[in-house]
């Protein structure tokens, strides 16, 4: 198991809503990217934050918005909720984000279900 | 832009046989390329990456993987299966100039016992 954790394991949520996902990286990374996983799909790449700033951003709307604390740890904040956001929402830390070689290790995913 | 295909939705292998899982990538510059395993209600497990060098890469489980420029695929390998192995696997390609992983569509392993 890596060093990164989640929060919340699952989620329900309705449409309109609002929802906040939580990360903590692994120790001793400073970036965090976000990914979403729909079902049946493979990852795709919402936005990754380096040292409390984004550093980047997949094609994704602005309701999608991130955060990261002075101590690596993220949040990505969705507002008004479609039924489409259902998915599992995966958190990844790497070492730095200024190496393109470094890994991304995988926190065990947000289950979001929005009815 | 750069992108992974895996041409191979499913892969079924007899446990003890070998165990091939293709990906072909799509990018500017350097590849840098990575393999993971999800396993069912699980994230991904990292199991090795290429940047540079070999081009036989070892990483963890005894999986390996060995990339083609000229093919531009980076195959991963397992010489003899376990069901164990049966989960979705994921091949991911970088950009020298990027910051994000793009992935494939993910290859489900059965292994029968």
């Known amino acids: 198991e890596t060093g990164v954790t989640q929060s919340p394991t699952h989620l329900i949520k309705t449409r309109g809503q609002q929802v906040t996902l939580r990360c903590s990286s692994q120790?001793?990374?400073?970036?965090v990217s976000w990914y979403q996983q729909a079902l049946g799909q493979g990852p795709q790449f919402i936005f990754q934050?380096?040292?409390?700033?984004?550093?980047g951003r997949g094609n994704f709307p602005p309701r999608f918005s991130g955060l990261q604390f002075p101590n690596y740890s993220s949040e990505l904040n969705v507002n008004a909720l479609e039924l489409d956001d259902s998915a599992l929402y995966l958190c990844?830390?790497?070492?730095?984000?200024?190496?393109?070689?470094?890994?991304?290790?995988f926190g065990p995913g947000t289950r979001l279900t929005v009815l | 832009a750069q992108s992974v295909a895996q041409p191979e939705d499913q892969v079924n292998v007899a446990e003890g046989n070998p165990l091939t899982v293709k990906c072909t990538y799509s990018?500017?510059?350097?590849?840098?390329l990575f393999w993971y395993v999800q396993y069912p209600n699980r994230g991904l497990q990292f199991l090795l990456k290429?940047?540079?060098?070999?081009?036989l890469v070892k990483g963890s489980y005894g999986f390996e993987a060995e990339f083609n420029k000229s093919q531009t695929s980076f195959h991963l390998k397992k010489p003899s299966a376990l069901v164990s192995d049966s989960a979705l696997y994921f091949c991911?390609?970088?950009?020298?100039?990027?910051?994000?992983?793009?992935f494939g569509a993910g290859t489900t392993v059965t292994v029968r016992a």
């Open positions: 990844a830390s790497s070492l730095d984000s200024g190496r393109v070689t470094d890994t991304q290790y």
């Open positions: 120790s001793g990374h400073n970036t």
């Open positions: 934050y380096y040292r409390e700033e984004e550093n």
């Open positions: 990018v500017s510059g350097n590849p840098y």
């Open positions: 290429y940047i540079t060098g070999d081009n």
């Open positions: 991911a390609v970088r950009a020298s100039n990027d910051y994000k992983l793009s």
